[in-house]
């Protein structure tokens, strides 16, 4: 998997860079066209396919043993179903033909789920392991948000806009300071991020309802955007996702694992210029 992942890198670097058409990528590489042309499209490699064998024997079994299983629901606990009993009275009653270890297998895996249906059997989920995966594509997708900060500016304290943008897979991230939360910051906050990290994410950009962007907030994730950032938009190439507004979309910026701006330490300047200037290096989590 890692070689292949490397290959799709290389490939689309040739693709990306250098313009290299198809035909040409799959001779530099001794590759199928399908594989070139699955590198340009993602680039990680997709999972092999596996064959799914015919197995008659095993599927008849499968039926019986949920029977059996869901008889323990009500038994006792010692007299429910072992492994080894379901599997002799497979032979006795049924004359199948099947290995134990695949009934000890199935048996161990189907107990918890005919128990987390029912809801009984010692709490029914209580057996059961389960996660949610979140994975995320290295330059797929990033987030962006404005937050306040407040900047000893001159001697004085003044509130400032800190422009956040972050990449969703490395959690790498880029931070701004502006004095307004104008279009003019929004777009040039984008235009240093995208400087900083190399590129642009292929996927999406989530955001809030930032006005800078969004004129309007319609039914669902309909939004009407401002002109020049959809001309922005145009120019880079890549898409917005806005979250839904108000305690929905609060609880999906959790869910997406994204954070909201952190207030840095007090950042201490003489002049504006030198502000924004501190505050263009990367701040990622390594």
Request: glycine content about 10%; hydrophobic content about 40%.
């Amino acid at each position: 998997m890692e070689r292949r992942v490397e290959l799709f890198a290389a490939i689309r670097f040739d693709w990306q860079r250098n313009r290299m058409p198809v035909r040409a990528l799959a001779r530099k590489y001794d590759v199928h066209r399908r594989t070139v042309r699955q590198a340009i499209a993602s680039p990680v490699p997709p999972d092999r396919k596996v064959p799914e064998r015919a197995a008659p024997v095993r599927e008849a079994v499968a039926g019986w043993i949920d029977e059996m299983l869901a008889e323990d629901l009500a038994a006792p606990r010692k007299q429910r179903h072992t492994a080894r009993r379901v599997f002799e009275r497979l032979a006795d009653e049924h004359g199948a033909q099947v290995s134990y270890s695949y009934v000890a297998k199935y048996v161990a895996r189907r107990r918890a789920e005919i128990a987390a249906e029912d809801g009984g059997l010692d709490g029914g989920l209580a057996g059961l392991d389960g996660f949610v995966p979140q994975v995320r594509e290295p330059g797929a997708e990033a987030e962006v948000d404005f937050g306040d900060v407040t900047v000893e500016l001159g001697g004085q304290l003044t509130r400032c806009f800190m422009f956040a943008f972050r990449l969703s897979c490395s959690g790498k991230g880029v931070h701004r300071v502006f004095a307004s939360q104008a279009q003019e910051a929004f777009l040039e906050g984008h235009v240093t991020a995208f400087e900083v990290t190399g590129g642009v994410p292929f996927r999406q950009i989530r955001y809030d309802n930032l006005s800078p962007a969004v004129a309007k907030v319609l039914a669902g994730r309909n939004r009407t955007e401002t002109t020049r950032w959809l001309a922005f938009r145009a120019h880079y190439g890549f898409e917005a996702f806005y979250c839904q507004p108000g305690a929905e979309g609060a609880r999906e910026g959790r869910d997406r694992g994204g954070d909201r701006p952190v207030p840095p330490p007090l950042v201490r300047a003489r002049a504006a210029g030198r502000v924004a200037g501190r505050a263009e290096r990367p701040a990622g989590r390594g």
